[in-house]
């Protein structure tokens, strides 16, 4: 209701949320890519236009329903999501969660590769892929006031997010752990740190639902004053 009264904490606010895998065309018929259900970005795209935001949600391709009160653009390579959030700027609010493949396919086939008998098979050359996030945190001009990246790590997960934190100049990071067991991909709940110039957070497990929501109402906080 209040999204669509224009008002509450986020009111006049530009959000842009990144979310989903990108997918990186080998030939026209295959890709690699993340592991990514958009669930979370999802979420938090939703959780963020509750508040009042005006959203932005880039998405790569998922299996997932638009949420309410979003405008939501649709791309499959990293590239595309790159220029997407380029082009969505100005924004107050970039929230990054998408996993983004960090290669492109750089000998890429416009045709369909053939398999052929007795050959040995293709070697895929990988490129580096812009980093999405590093790219908006270190925007000369139009650098969201908040930027926040998600670490999905198997190991050391503290330490690595916030290295991650300060290699990319986002402001917060929100740490997941994805190890063995954690059942984070693609299942409904979480276990998640924040990490911001302060320190970290603890959260206690709970849904990507309930995740979205914290954290929009902590983002919310720093539009308060
Ligand atoms: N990210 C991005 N663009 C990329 C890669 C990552 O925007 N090309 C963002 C993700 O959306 C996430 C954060 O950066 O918010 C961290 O992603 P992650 O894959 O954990 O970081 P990488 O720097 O790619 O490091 P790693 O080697 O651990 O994959
Ligand atoms: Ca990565």
């Known amino acids: 209701i209040e999204a669509i009264l224009g008002s509450g904490p986020l009111a006049g606010r530009h959000a842009i949320v990144t979310s989903g895998p990108t997918i990186e065309p080998i030939d026209p018929v295959r890709y690699i890519s993340n592991r990514s259900s958009g669930r979370q970005g999802h979420a938090i795209a939703a959780a963020l236009a509750e508040l009042g935001a005006e959203v932005t949600l880039i998405s790569g391709p998922v299996a997932l329903a638009d949420p309410a009160g979003c405008r939501v653009v649709r791309v499959e ?11 969505a700027l100005p924004a107050d ?112 497990r709970m849904s990507k639902l309930e995740i979205a929501r914290r954290l929009a109402r902590r983002i919310a906080t720093v539009f308060a004053s």
């Open 77 to 87: 390579s990293a590239m595309q999501m790159l220029n997407a959030a380029r082009s």
């Open 93 to 204: 609010i970039a929230v990054c969660t998408a996993a983004v493949a960090d290669w492109s396919v750089v000998n890429r086939s416009t045709e369909k590769r053939k398999k052929k008998i007795g050959e040995a098979p293709p070697v895929i050359e990988l490129g580096p892929n812009p980093d999405i996030l590093a790219t908006l945190s270190r925007a000369e001009t139009a650098r969201p006031r908040l930027v926040i990246g998600f670490a999905a790590e198997t190991q050391a997960l503290i330490e690595n997010a916030r290295d991650k934190r300060q290699r990319k100049g986002c402001d917060w990071i929100v740490a997941n752990d994805v190890s063995e067991g954690s059942e984070s991909f693609g299942g409904e709940s979480n276990t998640v740190y924040l990490i911001d110039e302060t320190g970290v957070e603890d959260w206690p």
